[in-house]
T-cell receptor
């Protein structure tokens, strides 16, 4: 089943913060986050493994609550370059062979 | 390194025609994937491969076939195209999950229209 992302869309001004959530009904091994700009391929942002490890990448960080099968992506002091569609991809445990099930995406728009 | 490349970038087919999409990666990745992306649907897995000579079905395999005769190439075939297969197709590759972080690297996509 597809993980559910919320919100579906976010509009920000430069410098504002945003949180994007990803929720799954399955037990997860890992959660991936990708960003896709219009007309381009998705680009990897970060991966979180079960264990609640929080990772960071510049001013973008994420957390993973394996008990709740939820992950959140935090974007702080947003920049114009952050605009795009953000996808979470969830990986189940067992012999998943790295297969990801992607959420429907969250459209983030940052205005000057 | 070119990363993941896809051929062709655009294609228009008539209903019932067949075609093959080619994906190539130069990162020596074991795993390769084919996705389709439709508006508002995110990315859906069509087929995947965990190594040369292996293939397996994903979420939406009907109407597609794949082959992985060489480790670096993963082909997606449409035997008899239908308008419902109009979509953007992305290929991706990754390392094995057991050896390291297995983030997926995506190709630039193929925009397919079936009339």
């Amino acid at each position: 089943q597809q993980p559910v992302q919320s919100p579906q869309a976010v509009i920000l001004r430069e410098g504002e913060d945003a949180v994007i959530n990803c929720s799954s009904s399955k037990a997860l091994y890992s959660v991936h986050w990708y960003r896709q700009k219009h007309g381009e391929a998705p680009v990897f942002l970060m991966i979180l493994l079960k264990g609640g490890e929080q990772k960071g990448h510049d001013k973008i960080s994420a957390s993973f609550n394996e008990k709740k099968q939820q992950s959140s992506l935090y974007l702080t002091a947003s920049q114009l370059s952050y605009s795009g569609t953000y996808f979470c991809g969830t990986e189940a445990g067992g012999t998943s062979y790295g297969k990801l099930t992607f959420g429907q995406g969250t459209i983030l728009t940052v205005h000057p | 390194n070119a990363g993941v490349t896809q051929t062709p970038k655009f294609r228009v087919l008539k209903t019932g025609q067949s075609m093959t999409l080619l994906c190539a990666q130069d990162m020596n990745h074991e795993y390769m994937y084919w996705y389709r992306q439709d508006p508002g649907m995110g990315l859906r897995l069509i087929h995947y491969s965990v190594g040369e000579g292996t293939t397996a079905k994903g979420e939406v395999p009907d109407g597609y076939n794949v082959s992985r005769l060489k480790k670096q190439n993963f082909l997606l075939g449409l035997e008899s195209a239908a308008p419902s297969q109009t979509s953007v197709y992305f290929c991706a590759s990754s390392r094995e999950r057991e050896t390291s972080y297995n983030e997926q690297f995506f190709g630039p996509g193929t925009r397919l229209t079936v009339l």
